[in-house]
């Protein structure tokens, strides 16, 4: 593992950024594994900010988002759909078509996991997959359970995370209750990871992902077991 310390939000943004950034410019047809968040936002903003300097080309980028909400559709400014758009997809050259984020409006949402397992398979899996940490251990919606879901699935959101995500909807009850998530297997997959974390928030739940014992009650503790994992954390996130 290596763990690159942040100052605070801003530089472990630009940290982040530098190893996305880094990956595509060593592999113009690189494949991105996405997450959406507050996390995610300044980390976006900073690839922008190069795209728009000449420094970054996403012409050749294929994108896989790690999650959505179930029921809400690309249009619907709280879908994960909408957030990559708004932060990053729209700003820089990426095509369309190369975008992909699992479809929370399918009808057959058994289906919809496996076109987007057989997807990822298809572009021959992840080069770099980004990732925040929910502050229950989640990565992706990949909920503390009793084993670890390997594939993509539809899951239940636990109440702490309705509880997190409420910030982003009018009220908790707008929260949708079910999300699609890839799962444990095709994020252990990638063939780097880039964990970051910000803020006093974060720092218990860092602390056993990093340091506790590998479990199923805090999915995020499977990344200790990864060959490549990057840690880029601020000082509040570090601080136990
Ligand atoms: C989002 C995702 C989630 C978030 C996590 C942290 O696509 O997969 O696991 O990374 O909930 O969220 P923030 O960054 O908002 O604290």
């Not at 982040?16 to 959406?36: D, H, M, P, R, Y």
Request: charged share 25%.
């Amino acid at each position: 593992m290596k763990l690159v310390r942040a100052k605070d939000y801003k530089d472990m943004s630009r940290k982040a950024a530098n190893f996305l950034s880094a990956q595509v410019i060593l592999k113009e047809n690189s494949v991105l594994g996405l997450a959406t968040g507050g996390t995610s936002e300044g980390i976006y903003e900073q690839l922008v900010d190069w795209y728009r300097k000449g420094d970054i080309d996403f012409s050749m980028v294929s994108t896989v988002n790690l999650d959505e909400y179930v029921g809400l559709d690309g249009s619907n400014e709280r879908s994960y759909r909408y957030y990559m758009e708004h932060h990053l997809f729209r700003h820089i050259n990426i095509k369309e078509r190369n975008c992909h984020l699992p479809d929370g409006m399918a009808g057959n949402l058994e289906e919809e996991c496996r076109r987007y397992d057989r997807l990822i398979e298809r572009l021959g899996g992840i080069d770099m997959q980004l990732l925040g940490v929910g502050e229950n251990g989640h990565i992706g919606f990949n909920e503390p359970d009793e084993a670890f879901e390997q594939m993509t699935h539809c899951v239940w959101l636990k109440e702490s995370t309705i509880d997190a995500n409420a910030r982003y909807f009018a009220s908790r009850e707008e929260v949708p209750r079910r999300a699609i998530t890839m799962g444990i297997k095709a994020i252990m997959q990638a063939r780097a990871i880039v964990l970051c974390a910000s803020g006093k928030r974060k720092a218990g739940i860092l602390k056993r992902v990093l340091c506790g014992p590998v479990t199923p009650e805090v999915p995020g503790s499977v990344l200790q077991m990864h060959p490549r994992l990057i840690v880029v954390a601020d000082a509040e996130a570090l601080g136990e």
